[in-house]
């Protein structure tokens, strides 16, 4: 009986050593390579984003845990300051964004839209703009046409373009951008003479642009969400 018993002991540990190993083939084991925090998080942002609304507000300015979490970044590293946290989720998001490209983008934008907005041409400003910032410039140019007023605009030139946000909301990415820009602006007349301005003098002036792109689109182009002055 005692040979008999023995027997099932050793059948039955040899029994429980197939199941550890099968559970170890299952469950994986530490190897040292695993995936960092910040590479978890980034694939659960990009599934959670999956599921979001396409409408999405403009940001409302206060740190999130998203953004918190992102500040660790890749490899354990800390941001520097909010902008930097922000610009970190927005390229986890989307690798192939380049601060440096934005901004060169930026500026171009400001440019086109400062020229078509003084020549009243909605054709230039229509992909530029969201509907509602294109529908605020389109309605003021119509009212200055319907007074029978010109707008002359001339950009003597920019003399600082700085981010001073940026935020990962859902799948769009929101860069606020500071211009301080020096400018001619004199509104005219049915006959060309000015009413109010002065064609030789040359005025600074500071604005904050908000641009926003949806950042699994294949649409590499950013639209202008939101315009104020600091003032």
């Known amino acids: 009986m005692g040979d008999f018993q023995f027997l099932d002991i050793i059948l039955f540990a040899a029994i429980a050593a197939f199941f550890v190993l099968r559970l170890r083939n299952v469950l994986g084991k530490r190897t040292g390579h695993e995936k960092p925090p910040g590479a978890r998080y980034d694939s659960h942002s990009k599934n959670q984003e999956e599921s979001d609304e396409n409408v999405i507000p403009l940001p409302d300015r206060t740190r999130s845990n998203a953004g918190q979490a992102s500040e660790e970044g890749q490899g354990g590293e800390q941001a520097a300051t909010p902008l930097d946290a922000g610009l970190m989720q927005i390229k986890m998001s989307d690798k192939t964004f380049d601060p440096e490209q934005f901004m060169a983008g930026a500026r171009g934008a400001f440019e086109m839209v400062i020229t078509a907005f003084s020549e009243g041409n909605t054709d230039v400003l229509r992909p530029l703009l969201a509907n509602d910032v294109y529908d605020d410039f389109a309605g003021a140019i119509e009212e200055r046409q319907k007074a029978g007023n010109g707008l002359e605009t001339t950009l003597v030139g920019i003399k600082e373009a700085s981010l001073v946000e940026a935020e990962l ?63």
Do not use: C, H, Y
């Open 169 to 231: 909301q859902g799948r769009t990415a929101f860069v606020t951008v500071k211009f301080v820009s020096e400018q001619i602006n004199v509104m005219t007349d049915e006959e060309g003479a000015a009413v109010d301005g002065d064609r030789n003098q040359v005025t600074t002036v500071t604005d904050l642009w908000t641009f926003a792109r949806n950042m699994r689109s294949r649409d590499p182009n950013w639209t202008l969400v939101a315009t104020q002055s600091p003032n």
